[in-house]
């Protein structure tokens, strides 16, 4: 990972840019708020109105924010989430240092816990979060576990166009439990096109601000 820079976005939060990829890893209309808008109120909100406890995968788990993000959610509602997050290119601890999405003490902390967890197998971040983050490409990832709702938040088709491919997202449609939930900001029509033929059935929501649309797609029941 070379030359990555931090940057501001418009609601005040920090997102990183990747020149050689010419990509932000959030919107640059507000990383906290696609966060909160995309896998908080339309994946995880979604979810636990019928189903607690629950398991997540998170595609391309970046600065940790959706981590940070469902762990508060965790808190506040009372539920327990069993996490797993997978990132082939880890950020360096100097630059989520910066990142600083939490002001408080304690969220900082639960951030720095995050961030700081070994790879590679559970660990309790607080009573009712446990996490795992694996160090691996996704397209080859084999894991025996499967969860009830997925953030797919890989870089855009633009840029790594093979991640929202038929390999990658049938591997997402395996993974979940029938009736689970898959979830992104992504609304590229070629992307939709592959879920349907998986067998997903698909709404497309409102999106955060500066993006029209966004994508949840559900495991049909068996």
Same mark, same amino acid.
């Given at each position: 990972m070379k030359n990555i820079e931090i940057r501001q976005t418009a609601d005040g939060s920090k997102t990183l840019y990747l020149p050689e990829l010419d990509e932000t890893y959030h919107s640059s209309h507000g990383a906290l708020q696609e966060a909160k808008h995309v896998f908080i109120e339309h994946g995880l909100a979604f979810v636990g109105q019928e189903k607690k406890p629950i398991s997540v995968f998170e595609m391309g788990f970046g600065t940790g924010l959706n981590a940070l993000l469902t762990a508060q959610w965790a808190g506040e509602y009372s539920c327990s989430i069993r996490y797993i997050g997978i990132e082939f290119h880890p950020i360096p601890k100097d630059i989520w240092q910066q990142m600083d999405?939490?002001?408080?003490?304690?969220?900082? @902390? +639960?951030?720095?816990?995050?961030?700081?967890?070994?790879?590679? #197998?559970?660990?309790?971040?607080?009573?009712? *979060?446990?996490?795992?983050k694996i160090e691996e490409d996704i397209r080859g990832l084999q894991l025996a576990e499967h969860v009830d709702l997925i953030y797919f938040d890989a870089f855009g088709p633009r840029a790594q166009? @093979? +991640?929202?491919?038929?390999?990658?997202?049938?591997?997402?449609? #395996?993974?979940?439990?029938?009736?689970?939930? *898959?979830?992104?900001?992504?609304a590229q029509g070629q992307m939709k096109r592959n879920l349907k033929s998986l067998g997903f059935s698909l709404e497309s929501l409102p999106g955060p601000p500066g993006k029209r649309e966004m994508t949840r797609a559900k495991k049909k029941l068996i």
């Open positions: 999405y939490v002001q408080e003490e304690l969220g900082r @902390e +639960m951030y720095s816990k995050i961030m700081s967890a070994e790879w590679g #197998e559970y660990h309790e971040i607080q009573s009712n *979060f446990q996490l795992k166009s @093979e +991640m929202w491919d038929l390999p990658v997202l049938s591997k997402m449609y #395996e993974l979940l439990n029938p009736g689970g939930v *898959f979830v992104t900001y992504c």
